[in-house]
């Protein structure tokens, strides 16, 4: 029992497609370079190239290989899936300092203030994004654990007792798999979740 068959998409295909987002972003990035060389260096295209897309390269390309490592540990199954709304996270973070490099542009060549408008909202913003988007992804995880465990409630008495007449045939060995961990904690946390259901029908 895992936790793969709610993962709407497999390891092997966020690794390829996410893959194929960078590769597609650094050939974006050649081909700006390229057109950069028809425009004249005055232009405003010419301009927002250089002030936008190229001045935050390095930033940009962080930010892509943060959320492709968050979405690769978000393709692993429970637990090894516990660091990606960190990950994701610290990536929102990265997200809002690209936002205010493009304000600061934008001051620079409109003679606007949306910078100094958006700085400190955004140090307030910044910390409630990271939670945000940290408990959204501990949420999910454990709705992914309910829903297994509710699915397999029918299931887990027989696999148990499976389990346990081949343990028997079986040499004990201290080494666990992490999928084992993930059936013991998923399992542990569906008594928690059962237990507390017949407490409050009593109570009622």
Same mark, same amino acid.
């Given at each position: ?40 260096p005055e232009g ?37 899936? =516990? ?35 958006? /700085? ?11 939670l945000l988007v ?12 309910? @829903?297994?465990?509710? =699915? ?25 798999? /992490? ?15 059962? @237990?507390? @259901?017949?407490?409050?029908?009593k109570k009622q």
């Amino acid at each position: 029992m895992c936790l793969g068959s709610y993962r709407k998409k497999s390891f092997s295909w966020v690794f390829v497609s996410r893959m194929i987002g960078i590769i597609c972003f650094l050939i974006v990035v050649v081909l700006a370079k390229i057109l950069t060389t028809l425009l004249p260096p005055e232009g405003m295209y010419y301009k927002a190239l250089e002030g936008i897309l190229f001045a935050n390269f390095w930033l940009l390309l962080l930010i892509a290989i943060i959320f492709f490592i968050a979405d690769i540990f978000d393709a692993f199954p429970f637990p090894l899936n =516990l660091p990606f709304p960190i990950i994701k996270a610290f990536g929102s973070i990265f997200c809002i300092a690209f936002i205010l490099n493009v304000f600061k542009w934008i001051d620079g060549s409109f003679s606007t203030f949306l910078f100094p408008l958006f /700085w400190l909202p955004a140090l307030i913003l910044i910390p409630l994004l990271f939670l945000l988007v940290l408990a959204s992804g501990y949420v999910g995880i454990m709705r992914h654990l309910w @829903r297994q465990s509710n =699915l397999e409630t029918d299931t887990d008495a027989e696999v148990v007792h499976q389990v346990r007449v081949e343990e028997t045939e079986q040499p004990v060995s201290d080494v666990k798999s /992490w999928e084992e961990i993930g059936a013991e904690f998923r399992m542990m946390l569906y008594d928690i979740i059962h @237990r507390f @259901r017949q407490e409050i029908k009593k109570k009622q």
